[in-house]
Structures are given as structure tokens and as C-alpha cells.
């Protein structure tokens, strides 16, 4: 009886326990809505339920971190918004401005207004939103722009995670923003010497049919003559000269060339007469035009001055020179020497070479009384000449002396005396041009005056008549003998090179632009092929497009101590050279190769000419530019000590030269491709520098023949009115300076001789500007696109979440109405468990008996 109640006892608890972790099994079920609980539950179930957890906390952030990057876009769009909104502002007073009606008191006021929109775009640039700069790139720490908009950011894109292996940018930074390229876009430059008919100028000397109009001032176009172009100095139509044109340039795919072509400007019905549209077709073709191609688009702008549009867009490469004259020469530098008539179409303030041995005078076409020396003397420190200017700062160091000679003005009755003058000297040294002055006044005699005006001296033959009328009034067309020569000599009576050339007729024969403490060019080097600028590790042929093996090119400089160096650098295939000069030796030049930097011993090399880069010829500058800094020793040692010249020793030494140099000066590229010299040690420099190639102005059949300079660093070029790349900040500040200065167009401020003749004035910098506010509703675009794409992706990644929260549901979610039926089942079996259990405790012996 104890073993058969024993044994039912143990049943009984055991179903009551079964039954009891069941209910507790349900109702946690029912409690928590899941169907396990821990992971030894259901190993499947658990598996699943983490990569659902896991895939639903990934969405979860890529939800947040592309909200985040969101709001930065939404940021970013109303910074570009206020940005745009400035710009029409800033338009809107351009081209209130562009309105020839303003007199300087309401310019200033406008240039001001302007101004402070400029400081309200920069302002607006260094935005910082919770610390940190929104156009900063990935510096998001430091203060993208300074005042003068150069920037401190990089170009680096910020990107967010989105999705697995997914990212997007989403800030736009201040280089992409401000100073990058539009491949939309065309290159148009323009000749900055606004052409007047001549005709309709002067119809009293050229005009035979309407000699009695009054003179009147219109611009040249591409249906007048060539004669109304140059000019005449009578009504004969047909007896003009031939005109010669010596062009110099870069054509669309990056190579260099010049070319010389003739053009007859006579003609006796003018019907056939040579028109400017020839000539402007002639340029065209020399740029690689032709009657099935056309590679750039040559025509003449509403002030005379010949543009030149790029075809292709995106491109940056093309460039422009060009001056006439009546004579055929070889060398471009002997024209102002034997006097010929040379018309220019571009000017710079840049300091050209002394490349002159003599001037001889020019008799005006218009007034014969007038013979003016063919080129402007202008000073050591880039301004025009005066009364009060020595000649010491005007001529150079080789020449002590000048020589002037020539023949008599006109006698009283305005007959020519035909009598040449005896030569003679005044000192360089101890005189001014005022000296000059009054020195060719005595010597020559009659009846003449002596002036400098805008740097060029006039002589005025006062006893030179009409011929139209009582010999009093105008045109004094009557016939002059007086001529005119001035030579540059030194202690031997030799001629030396010690004039400059004129600023308007050089072209790569000039120096850098002095800024005080630093000298800067205005050619930017540019990729021939990829159009961006050049860096340190650009190769000159890249910029070059062509083999440069041969070529020599001079380095005209003061060095860090203001001292007279010339230097060349050789290109040849068998290696790359410096020479610099050797005044403690009659062995002739220091020969410092450029050795390969990427070379390590014992394999060290000379760069070939078309594998040398931007920064070997960088340190070959500032090399020059410490010469008198440098130990003789310190030369020889980087020459090497191997017959081919090539040593570890040597390079070394090389090494050192540059480390040297680069203590004083630091010689680089700036951001626009345009080569930087900066003085490290002074406020303001007495550095100067160009740098040329030995075959520039070679116009012979030869140096036709081996072409233009591949590598131009600074030049009197063709101004840029647009081109792809934008440096917004600068084109701004020009803008503003031309409205200040009431600068309506190139040349409009005539013959005053400052940086203002490269300006491209308020009609161009309208057309610019429509450039400049194109492209920052590009980026605003961009900006928008990038705000797309994370509302994209949040709403994707919100409904994706939906589903994985769902699929989970199912996978661990437990059936409540399901498992509730259970547990009222389970309920049901405990309870008739919990009874019977009860009966059977309640029983005694007694019940059995």
C-alpha cells in the first residue's frame, strides 16, 4: 500500500511540475510577446533573431548618420542661397557701373557697395556650424578663407556611410566651390590696345574725298581697310607699304609657335582693298584653322581689339601676341633700331629686357613736326621716366655713355637743311633725362622743343609747314628732315645692349611682377592634354606637348642681393643643365646638372629634357637667385667629379645648393599654375627676374622653323576675359577695381603706364561674372543632388527597417491568441492536476479498509 501510494505521489508532482514550467513557459511567452528568451531556447530562432537585430541597428544608423549628413547639405544649401542671392546684388551694381555716366564720387560708392557684398560671400565662405567650417573640405577645424580669399581648406570630399559598402559626399568644399574648372566652358582672350579707324581719325591726312570731315573717333572693325587699321601719312592709297606680322602664341592642343606673314596694305579700288577680316583670318589659320576645321573663333570685340575664342570647351591653352610692322626683319629686337613703324595690339607693365643697342626717331604720320624715339624709357622701378629721372635708372649697367646724332630740323622758310649733325656724348652717370633733354635741344639747333611725355621723348620741328593752307594751322603735312638716333656705348665706344626694349612691341622678355616681398608671373602653366594646372611634379613637355630636346633658355635676374646674374638652363636628351657664370675663373660657366631626384645611389642620373619637372626647374631658380650667397666651392662640388659629370657626391652637393637657396628665397607654383617668388629675409625684395628662351625673337627662316618657346613663364600676352578655371575672389576684387578706377573696357585708360593695363574693365567682367554665378548654381545643384540622394536613402532605409522588424516579428514573435489558448489549456490540466493531487493527500487507511 506504501509502495503503490509512494509511486503515485512522484507521478503526480511530476505532471505538476511539467505542467507548471509549461504555464510559466506561456505566460513569459505571453508576457514578452517573444518565443524564446535566451538562446539555448531555439538555437535557429536565436540565430535569426541577431541578424535581424543586427541588420535593424545598421539601418538605424545609416539612418542617423545620413540625417546627419543631411542637415549639413540643408546647411551647406542655405550658405549657397545667401551666396546666390549676393551675386545678383553684386551683378546688379556691375551693371549699374557698366553705365558710362558715373563720375568717380558715385564709382567709389558703388565699388564700395560691391565691396562689401565681397566681404559678405567671404563672410558667408567661413559659415561654422557647432565648430566646424562647412567649406573646409576635411579640415573642418581651421578657417577655410583669409581676407584676401586665399584658401586654407583642402579638397577633400566628407563622405557618409549610407549602406554596406556605399558612401556619399556631402559637403561641398571652398576649392571645388571657388576655384575650379568648368569643362563647359571656353578660353576667350583679347588683345588689350583698342584700334581706331585711322581713316575717320585723321580724314584731313588720309581721306582725299573728305579731307574737311570732322575727325572723329571710331573703332576699327573687320569690314575696314588694313590701311584704316595702321595708318598713312598721305591720301595716296595706293602707295603704302606692305605690312609684316610677327605672331606668337599657343594653339589649342598646348604647343607653341610663331609665324611671320605680309599683308598688302595699297590698293587702288577699294573693292579689292586688304580688309581686317583678312588678317583676322590669317590668325586664325596660323592657330590651326581651316576651311573644313575651325579650332578657335578670331574676331574683333565692339572696341577694336582682336578676341580669340577656344572652340572646344574646356580648354585653357590657347595664347596671343602680335605686332606689324613695314619692315621684314629677322630679329623682332631690330626693328625700333633701324626705325621702322610698328604697331602693337598688347601692352603690359612689365619690365622688359635690355635687348637695344640704339633707337632711331619715328616721324609722327599725322604731324610732321613730331619725331619721337621709337620705344618708352621707363625706370628700375617700373614707372614712366620724367624730367627729373637719372639716366643711370633707365639705362643699363654696360653702357656709360650716349650717343645721339642724326640731321638738322627745317629752316626758318620750312625747307630741309639735309644736313647731318656731328655726333656727340653725354654722360650716363651724372646727368637726368632733363640733361638729355636740353642737351639735344643745343645741339641740334632750329627750331624745335624737347619733351618727354608718357615715357617717350618727342622732338618738335616747329618750323615744319602745311601744306594746305598759310603754313600756321593743321595738318602740318609738309616735309621734315630732321632724324634722329641714340645709341647706348660704353668707355670704348662700343655699341651695348642697354635699352629696353618697348613694353607694348616684347613679348616673353620680361619681368616677373614686383609685390614687395615677392615676384609673380602671369602665365599659368598649364597640362597640355589633362587642361589643369601644372604642380611641382609636372614635366615641362606635358605643358610643353612636344619634344624639347635643344632648347636654351636665359635667366635674366637680380639676385636675393640685388646683384646682376645671367644664367640659362639647357634641355637636351643627353641631360639638363644649369649654367651660371664664373667671375673667379676664365674656365667659363658653373655646369650644374639637374639630377634625377627620383634616383638613390649608386644609380644616380641627369633628367633629359623631357622628363625634367616643374620643381627641378623651381630649384634651378632659386639656385640663380642665391648666387652671391653660395661659395665658389659649393658651385664646383655640384657640378660632380665624373667626366659625364654624374656622382653621388655631386648630387648631394646639388642638394645642398637648394637647401641653401631655399633658407632665402622660396621659388614655386601657386595655386593658378603661375610660378611665385618669395623673399624670405625682406619686406621688399631686390629680386627680379625673367626668363626667356635664346630663340624668342628669331623671325628667320630657322627660327621659324624650330618654332616658339614650349615654356613661356611671364609674358606681355593677351589678356584672359574667360577661360574654365575660376579664382572667384580675385575676379571679384578685379571687378571692383575697374568700377573704382572706371575701367570700362581694356585700354580705356589710355597711355598710363600701371597693373591697370591687364585689367579686362566692367563690359568683359559682365560676361565673366555671368560665368562665375553660373558655377555656383552648379554647386548648388550638386548640393541639392547630394540632399536627394540621403532622403533617398533615409525613406529607403525607414521601409527596409520596416520589413526586417516585421520578418523578425515572425521569426521570434510569439501568437498571443495562440499561446493564451494554450495556457488555458495547460490552466486546465494544473488544475485537475492540483485537485486530484488533493484528493489523494486527504486520504488516510481508513479510505482502504
Same mark, same amino acid.
Not at 18 to 25: D, G, I, R, V
Not at 114 to 120: A, F, L
Not at 571 to 581: A, K
Not at 599 to 606: C, L
Given at each position: 500500500?506504501?509502495?503503490?501510494?509512494?509511486?503515485?505521489? *512522484?507521478?503526480?508532482?511530476?505532471?505538476?511540475?511539467?505542467?507548471?514550467?509549461?504555464?510559466?513557459?506561456?505566460?513569459?511567452?505571453?508576457?514578452?510577446?517573444?518565443?524564446?528568451?535566451? !538562446?539555448?531556447? =531555439?538555437?535557429?530562432?536565436?540565430?535569426?533573431?541577431?541578424?535581424?537585430?543586427?541588420?535593424?541597428?545598421?539601418?538605424?544608423?545609416?539612418?542617423?548618420?545620413?540625417?546627419? &549628413?543631411?542637415?549639413?547639405?540643408?546647411? +551647406?544649401?542655405?550658405?549657397?542661397?545667401?551666396?546666390?542671392?549676393?551675386?545678383?546684388?553684386?551683378?546688379?551694381?556691375?551693371?549699374?557701373?557698366?553705365?558710362?555716366?558715373?563720375?568717380?564720387?558715385?564709382?567709389?560708392?558703388?565699388?564700395?557697395?560691391?565691396?562689401?557684398?565681397?566681404?559678405?560671400?567671404?563672410?558667408? &565662405?567661413?559659415?561654422?556650424?557647432? !565648430?566646424?567650417?562647412?567649406?573646409?573640405?576635411?579640415?573642418?577645424?581651421?578657417?577655410?578663407?583669409?581676407?584676401?580669399?586665399?584658401?586654407?581648406?583642402?579638397?577633400?570630399?566628407?563622405?557618409?556611410?549610407?549602406?554596406?559598402?556605399?558612401?556619399?559626399?556631402?559637403?561641398?568644399?571652398?576649392?571645388?566651390?571657388?576655384?575650379?574648372?568648368?569643362?563647359?566652358?571656353?578660353?576667350?582672350?583679347?588683345?588689350?590696345?583698342?584700334?581706331?579707324?585711322?581713316?575717320?581719325?585723321?580724314?584731313?591726312?588720309?581721306?582725299?574725298?573728305?579731307? +574737311?570731315?570732322?575727325?572723329?573717333?571710331?573703332?576699327?572693325?573687320?569690314?575696314?581697310?588694313?590701311?584704316?587699321?595702321?595708318?598713312?601719312?598721305?591720301?595716296?592709297?595706293?602707295?603704302?607699304?606692305? &605690312?609684316?606680322?610677327?605672331?606668337?602664341?599657343?594653339?589649342?592642343?598646348?604647343?607653341?609657335?610663331?609665324?611671320?606673314?605680309?599683308?598688302?596694305?595699297?590698293?587702288?579700288?577699294?573693292?579689292?582693298? +586688304?580688309?581686317?577680316?583678312?588678317?583676322?583670318?590669317?590668325?586664325?589659320?596660323?592657330?590651326?584653322? +581651316?576651311?573644313?576645321?575651325?579650332?578657335?573663333?578670331?574676331?574683333?570685340?565692339?572696341?577694336?581689339?582682336?578676341?580669340?575664342?577656344?572652340?572646344?570647351?574646356?580648354?585653357?591653352?590657347?595664347?596671343?601676341?602680335?605686332?606689324?610692322?613695314?619692315?621684314?626683319?629677322?630679329?623682332?629686337?631690330?626693328?625700333?633700331?633701324?626705325?621702322?613703324?610698328?604697331?602693337?595690339?598688347?601692352?603690359?607693365?612689365?619690365?622688359?629686357?635690355?635687348?637695344?643697342?640704339?633707337?632711331?626717331?619715328?616721324?609722327?604720320?599725322?604731324?610732321?613736326?613730331?619725331?619721337?624715339?621709337?620705344?618708352?624709357?621707363?625706370?628700375?622701378?617700373?614707372?614712366?621716366?620724367?624730367?627729373?629721372?637719372?639716366?643711370?635708372?633707365?639705362? !643699363?649697367?654696360?653702357?656709360?655713355?650716349?650717343?645721339?646724332?642724326?640731321?638738322?630740323?627745317?629752316?626758318?622758310?620750312?625747307?630741309?637743311? =639735309?644736313?647731318?649733325?656731328?655726333?656727340?656724348?653725354?654722360?650716363?652717370?651724372?646727368?637726368?633725362?632733363?640733361?638729355?633733354?636740353?642737351?639735344?635741344?643745343?645741339?641740334?639747333?632750329?627750331?624745335? $622743343?624737347?619733351?618727354?611725355?608718357?615715357?617717350?621723348?618727342?622732338?618738335?620741328?616747329?618750323?615744319?609747314?602745311?601744306?594746305?593752307?598759310?603754313?600756321?594751322?593743321?595738318?602740318? *603735312?609738309?616735309?621734315?628732315?630732321?632724324? /634722329?638716333?641714340?645709341?647706348?656705348?660704353?668707355?670704348?665706344?662700343?655699341?651695348?645692349? &642697354?635699352?629696353?626694349?618697348?613694353?607694348?612691341?616684347?613679348?616673353?622678355? #620680361?619681368?616677373?611682377?614686383?609685390?614687395?616681398?615677392?615676384?609673380?608671373?602671369?602665365? $599659368?602653366?598649364?597640362?597640355?592634354?589633362?587642361?589643369?594646372?601644372?604642380?611641382?611634379?609636372?614635366?615641362?613637355?606635358?605643358?610643353?606637348?612636344?619634344?624639347?630636346?635643344?632648347?636654351?633658355? /636665359?635667366?635674366?635676374?637680380?639676385?636675393?642681393?640685388?646683384?646682376?646674374?645671367?644664367?640659362?638652363?639647357?634641355?637636351?636628351?643627353?641631360?639638363?643643365?644649369?649654367?651660371?657664370?664664373?667671375?673667379?675663373?676664365?674656365?667659363? *660657366?658653373?655646369?650644374?646638372?639637374?639630377?634625377?631626384?627620383?634616383?638613390?645611389?649608386?644609380?644616380?642620373?641627369? #633628367?633629359?629634357?623631357?622628363?625634367?619637372?616643374?620643381?627641378?626647374?623651381?630649384?634651378?631658380?632659386?639656385?640663380?637667385?642665391?648666387?652671391?650667397?653660395?661659395?665658389?666651392?659649393?658651385?664646383?662640388?655640384?657640378?660632380?667629379?665624373?667626366?659625364?659629370?654624374?656622382?653621388?657626391?655631386?648630387?648631394?652637393?646639388?642638394?645642398?645648393?637648394?637647401?641653401?637657396?631655399?633658407?632665402?628665397?622660396?621659388?614655386?607654383?601657386?595655386?593658378?599654375?603661375?610660378?611665385?617668388?618669395?623673399?624670405? /629675409?625682406?619686406?621688399?625684395?631686390?629680386?627680379?627676374?625673367?626668363?626667356?628662351?635664346?630663340?624668342?625673337?628669331?623671325?628667320?627662316?630657322?627660327?621659324?622653323?624650330?618654332?616658339?618657346?614650349?615654356?613661356?613663364?611671364?609674358?606681355?600676352?593677351?589678356?584672359?576675359?574667360?577661360?574654365?578655371?575660376?579664382?572667384?575672389?580675385?575676379?571679384?576684387?578685379?571687378?571692383? =577695381?575697374?568700377?573704382?578706377?572706371?575701367?570700362?573696357?581694356?585700354?580705356?585708360?589710355?597711355?598710363?603706364?600701371?597693373?591697370?593695363?591687364?585689367?579686362?574693365?566692367?563690359?568683359?567682367?559682365?560676361?565673366?561674372?555671368?560665368?562665375?554665378?553660373?558655377?555656383?548654381?552648379?554647386?548648388?545643384?550638386?548640393? !541639392?543632388?547630394?540632399?536627394?540622394?540621403?532622403?533617398?536613402? /533615409?525613406?529607403?532605409?525607414?521601409?527596409?527597417?520596416?520589413?526586417?522588424?516585421?520578418?523578425?516579428?515572425?521569426?521570434?514573435?510569439?501568437?498571443?491568441?495562440?499561446?493564451?489558448?494554450?495556457?488555458?489549456?495547460?490552466?486546465?490540466?494544473?488544475?485537475?492536476?492540483?485537485?486530484?493531487? #488533493?484528493?489523494?493527500?486527504?486520504?488516510?487507511?481508513?479510505?482502504?479498509?
Amino acid at each position: 500500500m506504501r509502495v503503490t501510494f509512494g509511486t503515485k505521489y *512522484n507521478q503526480m508532482d511530476y505532471y505538476q511540475n511539467t505542467l507548471q514550467n509549461k504555464l510559466n513557459e506561456a505566460n513569459t511567452k505571453i508576457a514578452s510577446g517573444l518565443k524564446i528568451k535566451y !538562446g539555448y531556447e =531555439d538555437s535557429s530562432i536565436f540565430n535569426q533573431n541577431l541578424k535581424m537585430e543586427y541588420d535593424i541597428h545598421s539601418l538605424n544608423q545609416s539612418i542617423d548618420i545620413a540625417n546627419d &549628413a543631411n542637415t549639413h547639405t540643408l546647411n +551647406t544649401d542655405k550658405s549657397l542661397s545667401e551666396i546666390s542671392k549676393a551675386l545678383d546684388d553684386f551683378k546688379t551694381k556691375l551693371i549699374h557701373a557698366g553705365n558710362d555716366i558715373h563720375s568717380p564720387t558715385s564709382r567709389e560708392a558703388i565699388a564700395n557697395d560691391m565691396k562689401g557684398i565681397r566681404d559678405h560671400i567671404l563672410s558667408i &565662405a567661413n559659415t561654422s556650424i557647432g !565648430g566646424e567650417y562647412i567649406f573646409a573640405g576635411s579640415r573642418i577645424k581651421v578657417k577655410p578663407f583669409n581676407d584676401d580669399g586665399s584658401y586654407n581648406g583642402n579638397n577633400e570630399k566628407l563622405e557618409a556611410l549610407i549602406a554596406p559598402d556605399i558612401k556619399s559626399a556631402y559637403n561641398i568644399n571652398g576649392k571645388e566651390l571657388f576655384f575650379s574648372r568648368d569643362l563647359d566652358k571656353f578660353k576667350t582672350i583679347t588683345s588689350n590696345i583698342q584700334k581706331l579707324n585711322q581713316s575717320k581719325l585723321h580724314p584731313d591726312i588720309m581721306d582725299k574725298m573728305n579731307k +574737311t570731315n570732322v575727325p572723329s573717333e571710331v573703332f576699327i572693325t573687320s569690314e575696314d581697310t588694313l590701311r584704316d587699321l595702321i595708318g598713312d601719312n598721305d591720301n595716296d592709297t595706293s602707295n603704302d607699304e606692305v &605690312a609684316y606680322f610677327y605672331l606668337r602664341g599657343k594653339r589649342p592642343d598646348g604647343t607653341s609657335f610663331k609665324t611671320k606673314f605680309a599683308l598688302d596694305v595699297a590698293y587702288d579700288n577699294p573693292q579689292n582693298a +586688304t580688309r581686317v577680316s583678312d588678317l583676322l583670318r590669317k590668325i586664325g589659320e596660323a592657330y590651326g584653322n +581651316t576651311s573644313q576645321n575651325q579650332v578657335v573663333d578670331v574676331k574683333l570685340n565692339n572696341w577694336g581689339q582682336i578676341e580669340i575664342t577656344e572652340v572646344k570647351p574646356g580648354g585653357s591653352n590657347i595664347d596671343f601676341h602680335l605686332i606689324s610692322s613695314n619692315k621684314d626683319v629677322e630679329d623682332i629686337n631690330s626693328l625700333h633700331q633701324i626705325g621702322a613703324r610698328v604697331t602693337s595690339f598688347q601692352k603690359s607693365p612689365f619690365l622688359s629686357d635690355f635687348s637695344l643697342s640704339k633707337v632711331v626717331g619715328i616721324k609722327n604720320n599725322y604731324d610732321a613736326r613730331y619725331t619721337t624715339l621709337g620705344v618708352e624709357f621707363i625706370t628700375n622701378d617700373n614707372e614712366y621716366a620724367s624730367k627729373n629721372t637719372k639716366l643711370s635708372d633707365i639705362f !643699363g649697367l654696360e653702357a656709360t655713355k650716349l650717343e645721339i646724332s642724326g640731321k638738322s630740323p627745317n629752316n626758318k622758310t620750312g625747307n630741309i637743311e =639735309d644736313s647731318v649733325i656731328k655726333p656727340f656724348e653725354i654722360d650716363i652717370q651724372n646727368n637726368t633725362i632733363d640733361d638729355l633733354l636740353k642737351s639735344i635741344q643745343n645741339h641740334f639747333g632750329g627750331n624745335i $622743343s624737347v619733351e618727354i611725355s608718357n615715357g617717350k621723348i618727342n622732338i618738335i620741328d616747329h618750323n615744319v609747314i602745311s601744306l594746305e593752307n598759310d603754313k600756321k594751322d593743321p595738318p602740318f *603735312n609738309g616735309p621734315s628732315g630732321f632724324e /634722329i638716333e641714340l645709341k647706348t656705348i660704353d668707355d670704348n665706344g662700343d655699341e651695348r645692349n &642697354a635699352i629696353r626694349n618697348s613694353f607694348q612691341t616684347t613679348y616673353d622678355k #620680361s619681368a616677373f611682377l614686383n609685390k614687395g616681398s615677392s615676384l609673380l608671373s602671369n602665365v $599659368s602653366q598649364i597640362n597640355a592634354l589633362s587642361g589643369e594646372y601644372a604642380t611641382d611634379s609636372t614635366k615641362l613637355s606635358e605643358v610643353a606637348n612636344k619634344d624639347l630636346n635643344g632648347e636654351k633658355y /636665359i635667366l635674366k635676374l637680380k639676385d636675393h642681393n640685388g646683384i646682376d646674374v645671367e644664367a640659362s638652363i639647357e634641355l637636351n636628351e643627353d641631360g639638363t643643365y644649369l649654367l651660371l657664370p664664373n667671375n673667379n675663373s676664365g674656365d667659363g *660657366n658653373y655646369r650644374i646638372p639637374l639630377y634625377n631626384p627620383h634616383d638613390r645611389p649608386p644609380a644616380i642620373s641627369i #633628367s633629359s629634357a623631357n622628363d625634367v619637372t616643374y620643381r627641378q626647374i623651381l630649384d634651378s631658380i632659386s639656385i640663380a637667385l642665391n648666387y652671391s650667397n653660395q661659395d665658389v666651392q659649393n658651385f664646383l662640388n655640384a657640378q660632380g667629379n665624373n667626366i659625364d659629370g654624374v656622382s653621388e657626391i655631386g648630387k648631394k652637393n646639388y642638394e645642398k645648393l637648394v637647401n641653401m637657396a631655399n633658407g632665402n628665397v622660396n621659388v614655386m607654383l601657386n595655386d593658378e599654375g603661375q610660378v611665385e617668388i618669395q623673399d624670405k /629675409i625682406r619686406s621688399k625684395t631686390k629680386m627680379s627676374f625673367m626668363m626667356y628662351s635664346n630663340s624668342s625673337d628669331d623671325f628667320s627662316l630657322k627660327g621659324l622653323d624650330s618654332g616658339a618657346p614650349s615654356i613661356t613663364l611671364n609674358a606681355n600676352n593677351a589678356l584672359e576675359v574667360d577661360k574654365p578655371h575660376i579664382s572667384f575672389f580675385k575676379q571679384l576684387d578685379s571687378m571692383i =577695381d575697374a568700377v573704382r578706377k572706371g575701367i570700362y573696357r581694356p585700354d580705356a585708360l589710355g597711355d598710363n603706364y600701371n597693373q591697370d593695363l591687364r585689367n579686362i574693365g566692367i563690359q568683359n567682367s559682365i560676361a565673366l561674372f555671368d560665368h562665375i554665378n553660373d558655377h555656383i548654381e552648379k554647386n548648388i545643384a550638386l548640393n !541639392g543632388s547630394y540632399g536627394r540622394v540621403f532622403e533617398n536613402s /533615409i525613406k529607403r532605409n525607414e521601409v527596409l527597417k520596416v520589413q526586417v522588424e516585421s520578418i523578425k516579428s515572425d521569426t521570434i514573435g510569439t501568437d498571443l491568441a495562440e499561446t493564451y489558448n494554450k495556457f488555458s489549456q495547460l490552466t486546465n490540466n494544473y488544475n485537475a492536476v492540483l485537485a486530484s493531487t #488533493s484528493k489523494i493527500n486527504q486520504m488516510s487507511l481508513v479510505d482502504f479498509l
